[in-house]
Structures are given as structure tokens and as C-alpha cells.
């Protein structure tokens, strides 16, 4: 059964426990495909998408944000701008970390209609980021999103009132 959107954005919700359980692989792909067809800056894509599995590399990068709950994730993705092929405004912004929090949102509501739970992680190491993933020169880490079946329940969200944050004109 389809989810109309507002159903699956009040759904989708900062999981901070997860249950042991393999994501089935279809599941994975079709919230991967989603990703893939995110909008960016001239099409560029300028992102890379590494979905952490194995387990010696899970072990590393949960040292990047030592949490317990974000070890209960059965695997994280590690979303990466790369710096040399963002687009950049003619004022000098690049927009590199725009279309991965782009990206990265549909990967989260595509997860949240397939039943998965997922949360984003900003405050992590970068540095021990690069390391652990040996990311190469140009590949930037944004954000990391354990990803998985939730073994905990969402709490009401606190969210501002429409007349707070939009406006007619």
C-alpha cells in the first residue's frame, strides 16, 4: 500500500536503536535507486554513496561517533561530496553539500517507505572518517546514516507551526 508523502515525512523519524537484522537486498536497491534519481546543481551528481556492510569496516567507522546506539545499526552509508565536480555559484558558493542533503533525503524517506529506519549523523570525526574509509584526495564525508529495521518507537515530533516558518508575499 502506498504512503501518500505527508504519511511517509511524519513517519520518517531520527531511529536511535536498531534490531540485528539483515536489510533484504531488493529493499536496499530500490532505496539506492532513489538516491540515484535525486535532483542536483546541472545534473552533476557530485556525490559518492558507500554502504558499509562488511564488519571490520562497520567496527571502523563507528569510532567516527562512538555511540552505542549508532553501533546497533546493521550497516551505515557514508554519503561524500567530491569537491571537484560540484557546481558552484557564480557568487562563489558550491553547492556540493546541498545536493548531498538532497540525496540524502530521499535515501531516508525511500528507507522509510520500505520499512527501514534511519537517522542522520553530522557531528561525527571526518578525519578518522577519511581514514577508515580510505577516502581519496576530493572525496568529502557530509554525513553518515546507519540504516535498518528500528527496535524503537518515534516520539512525537516539535515542529514549528506553518505561520513560523512560511510567509505570503
Not at 19 to 34: F, H
Not at 67 to 83: I, N
Amino acid at each position: 500500500m502506498t504512503q501518500d508523502f505527508l504519511t511517509l515525512t511524519r513517519g520518517r523519524y531520527s531511529c536511535r536503536n536498531y534490531v540485528a537484522r539483515d536489510i533484504e537486498p531488493e529493499k536496499l536497491n530500490y532505496v539506492m535507486e532513489c538516491v540515484r534519481m535525486a535532483p542536483s546543481a546541472v545534473n552533476r551528481q557530485p556525490w559518492m554513496f558507500r554502504v558499509v556492510k562488511d564488519g571490520d569496516t562497520l567496527q571502523k567507522l563507528q569510532q567516527c561517533y562512538n555511540r552505542d546506539w549508532f553501533k546497533s545499526a546493521p550497516m551505515c552509508v557514508v554519503a561524500s561530496k567530491l569537491t571537484d565536480q560540484q557546481w558552484v555559484r557564480s557568487d562563489g558558493k558550491p553547492h556540493g553539500d546541498i545536493d548531498v542533503a538532497i540525496a540524502v533525503e530521499h535515501l531516508c524517506l525511500a528507507a522509510t517507505e520500505q520499512g527501514l529506519a534511519t537517522c542522520w549523523v553530522c557531528n561525527f570525526d571526518v578525519d578518522l572518517c577519511r581514514k577508515a574509509m580510505a577516502l581519496p584526495v576530493g572525496e568529502e564525508p557530509v554525513v553518515l546514516i546507519p540504516i535498518g529495521y528500528a527496535a524503537d518507537q518515534p516520539t512525537e515530533k516539535k515542529r514549528k507551526a506553518i505561520t513560523e516558518i512560511s510567509t505570503e508575499i
